[in-house]
């Protein structure tokens, strides 16, 4: 089995990069994000407060989450609403919440089994869900640059909002207790304000252990 583990913050390019690069060396793609938005989109669906930790730890456990090209929850094709603005503001208390994340650790250890490996995409994929990766990176960008990738994607919000929103989740993923956003032990750091999604899928092929001089020992 073979992980390559990319974490960083929101608009670091992480998922166009994870999902570029599973292409070129043949593993499948994982976006744990989608897996936390899943559940945030379950609770409201299902009119449980996102902070009920009791209760939003519970429905981790019972729902039923498909992610691939699309995100299906509960049998309800969720790929859309997942991304907007309600779920957005939900999915932080869902991703602060210990028993959602010991239920989508266990989940994400599962699929990786049954797909032989995969690249995996998230905050904590390095350091908690796959310490033993066989590459971990952590991609960063500017501020400015991440939110101004950001507001090409949201296109119901403005510059500001956008950045404004992620400055908030920037602090709530780097401070909460569970599992908080951190650059994992043996990670390599990408910063990729200014390039292209070529040149960083390139520094990541690059740092792949059959690609490295130690990786030839
Ligand atoms: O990458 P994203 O914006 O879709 O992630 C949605 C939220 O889920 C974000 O607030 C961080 C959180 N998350 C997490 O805590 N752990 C992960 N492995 C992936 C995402």
């Known amino acids: ?24 060396i043949g593993l499948d793609y994982l976006d744990t994000g989608a897996m936390y938005r899943s559940v945030a989109f379950a609770a409201l669906r299902r009119g449980i ?8 730890a519970r429905l981790a456990e019972q729902v039923a ?8 929850v509960d049998g309800v094709d969720a790929t859309i609403e997942i991304r907007g603005p309600e779920v957005t503001r939900a999915v932080s208390a869902v991703a602060a919440n210990p028993g ?3 239920e989508l650790r266990r989940r994400q250890r599962e699929w990786a089994d049954g797909h032989g490996g995969g690249v995996i995409e998230g905050r904590d994929i ?14 960063t960008a500017s501020d400015s640059e991440r939110a101004g990738r950001r507001s090409k994607e949201v296109l119901d919000m403005d510059y500001d ?10 602090y709530a ?23 292209s999604i070529e040149e960083v899928v390139d520094r990541v092929l690059a740092l792949l252990p059959e690609n490295t001089a130690e990786g030839n020992r």
């Open 65 to 72: 989450i498909e992610v691939s090209d699309t995100v299906t």
């Open 1 to 24: 089995m073979r992980v390559i583990a990319i974490d960083g913050p929101a608009g670091s390019g992480k998922s166009t990069v994870a999902r570029a690069l599973a292409a070129r």
């Open 173 to 195: 993923d780097s401070s909460r207790t569970a599992a908080p956003l951190v650059v994992a032990t043996g990670a390599v750091t990408v910063d990729t304000t200014g390039l």
């Open 126 to 139: 390095g350091s908690v869900v796959f310490p033993e990766a066989d590459l971990k990176v952590y991609l």
């Open 100 to 102: 959602v994340r010991r």
């Open 49 to 56: 407060d996102p902070d009920d930790t009791v209760l939003v």
């Open 161 to 170: 909002t956008v950045a404004a929103d992620i400055a908030r989740r920037d």
